[in-house]
């Protein structure tokens, strides 16, 4: 019998499932809407991480974007992707956060340069993250939302409330400043 | 022509190294108790939005229980027996028995008590300083028949004289100017305290936007809060509020900024359960205009004295029925 249930859950179409619990979250069922958002919440806490300047801040921000996105759904008209939607209100809400820091001067602090006796998969991507760090925060976004979790430009453009022209011009500055990071030693002018 | 195709072809290669390295970037690490902590968060919400449901529902019984009763009315005033006339009373729904002490006449009074119905008789302070009791339906004004009239909520368009009796509920000892005065309310310690009334001639929100501020101020400690509110840009706000946000792409954006005035132990939706936050006097919410959406959310202890450079309109937030 319990194998039955499981195959009847695994043979549920992806799709209809995902409406199923769309419909239910709206109506405000709290398990549904917490299903509903559980694929999507590795990139939201990646991308509330990497905005933030003081990482323990994460947990708070998002607490936040689900209160939000709890609170919004019923008015979620399904013009945008839901990925889309969720990184907009993460988005924003660590963009208010960071408002209400007094002073964020040390980015990224706690993931600095590495030590030279690192692998060097290591050290680049630590050299990575400092970059992103170093980013200003809308194309820190726009190189998560588009490089790492393969969003096109229009998506990228209803989540931050940008022009479509923009994300190319920002994305094409972070881009640069990105593989500066990843580059070689020799490439960066190191001896 | 070649270089710029090999040109493309690298650049394509390095984007997609660009793209996994961004991928193998550690994730953070977040607390054990993430999962019950996001869940905690929804939860406030799903109660705020269940105490709105019911609030409808209740008007609505209210409604009918009118419409019954003057079709009974009508129908008596036909024949030969009179019907008894009854009295509809905004009388708690929870139907738990009232903490209130009672007067010779069994007439409730005292301050107001979060989560429950009001006395029948509810303490302020007179305009000479007197301490008495105005009856709660006098302050209250009119029943409001669905949520539109809840503009009743607001302070009025005129300073209003209620009368101040003895807990009694006879003997008049003064009046009380609502729009003007004080009231008291029963702090979450147990202690009462006195609060003083705006006296701005005010403007009717959306009922969305009440209904925001109204569980602001709820989920954030004191559901007889006030709110100062008014629609601008969302470049005004954020000098309003000091929140001026980096990534504001459309400063003359419409948006709704509210700045509300109560005891606010509470901030459930950032906090970890369990912990508590200063109290703060005051919080600010700013919401699109069009997606309704919140923008911004703050507290503080102090005032915030930006505001006063924007023409804000009063309401008061107190639940009209207590679930």
């Known amino acids: 019998m319990a194998d039955a249930a499981v195959q009847a859950v695994v043979m549920a179409p992806a799709s209809e499932s995902a409406d199923a619990l769309l419909h239910a979250a709206r109506r405000g069922d709290p398990g549904a809407f917490m299903k509903l958002l559980a694929p999507e919440r590795p990139r939201l806490e990646s991308l509330a991480y990497r905005l933030l300047d003081d990482h323990a801040d994460v947990a708070d921000v ?31 809400a660590c963009l208010r956060h960071q408002a209400r820091q007094p002073d964020t001067a040390d980015a990224g602090a706690d993931e600095g340069r590495p030590s030279p006796d690192h692998a060097s998969s290591v050290a680049e991507r630590l050299d990575l993250a400092a970059a992103l760090a170093e980013l200003p925060v809308e194309q820190r976004a726009l190189v998560l939302m588009i490089e790492r979790d393969g969003f096109d430009y229009r998506d990228a453009a209803t989540a931050l409330s940008i022009p479509l022209g923009t994300v190319s011009s920002r994305l094409a500055a972070a881009r640069a400043k990105l593989r500066g990071a990843l580059a070689p030693d020799q490439e960066r002018g190191a001896v | 022509m070649k270089k710029g195709h090999d040109g493309l072809v690298d650049e394509q290669r390095r984007d997609l190294e660009l793209g996994a390295a961004l991928a193998a970037l550690p994730h953070p690490e977040l607390p054990d108790d993430m999962d019950a902590r996001l869940r905690a968060a929804v939860e406030v919400e799903r109660r705020r939005r269940r105490r709105r449901r019911l609030t409808v529902l209740a008007l609505a019984a209210a409604v009918a229980a009118l419409i019954t009763v003057g079709g009974v009315a009508l129908a008596g005033s036909s024949g030969s027996h009179r019907p008894t006339p009854v009295m509809i009373l905004a009388s708690p729904l929870t139907g738990s028995p009232t903490p209130y002490p009672t007067n010779s006449a069994g007439q409730t009074y005292g301050g107001g008590q979060e989560g429950i119905a009001d006395p029948g008789l509810q303490k302020v302070l007179a305009t000479r300083g007197a301490s008495g009791y105005c009856w709660s339906s006098d302050l209250d004004g009119p029943w409001p028949m669905n949520l539109q009239e809840t503009g009743w909520l ?63 101020a709820t989920n954030a400690g004191d559901a007889n809060a006030w709110a100062w ?9 954020a000098a309003a509020t000091g929140n001026s946000s980096p990534g504001m792409t459309d400063p003359g954006r419409p948006v709704y900024v509210a700045f509300i005035l109560g005891d606010f132990t509470k901030w459930l939706w950032s906090l970890p359960e369990g912990t508590w936050a200063p109290e703060y006097s005051w919080i600010y919410e700013v919401v699109d205009a069009d997606s309704h959406e919140v923008d911004g959310t703050g507290a503080s202890a102090k005032p915030f004295k930006a505001a006063e450079k924007l023409e804000l309109n009063i309401v008061y937030l107190r639940e009209r029925i207590r679930m």
Do not use: C
């Open chain 2, 154 to 216: 607001t302070a009025t368009d005129s300073r209003r004289e209620v009368a101040v009796y003895k807990a009694d509920g006879a003997t008049q000892v003064g009046i009380f100017i609502v729009g003007g005065g004080s009231y008291s309310y029963t702090k979450p310690d147990g202690t009462t305290g006195m609060k003083a009334l705006p006296n701005r001639i005010a403007k009717q929100p959306p009922v969305w936007l009440f209904d925001q501020m109204k569980g602001l």
């Open chain 1, 62 to 92: 998002l607490q936040e974007v689900y209160f939000s996105a709890y609170r919004a759904l019923p008015k979620y008209r399904g013009d945008a992707r839901l990925a889309t939607w969720l990184y907009r209100i993460t988005y924003n």
């Open chain 2, 229 to 237: 509110w008014t629609l601008t840009t969302a470049e005004q706000a």
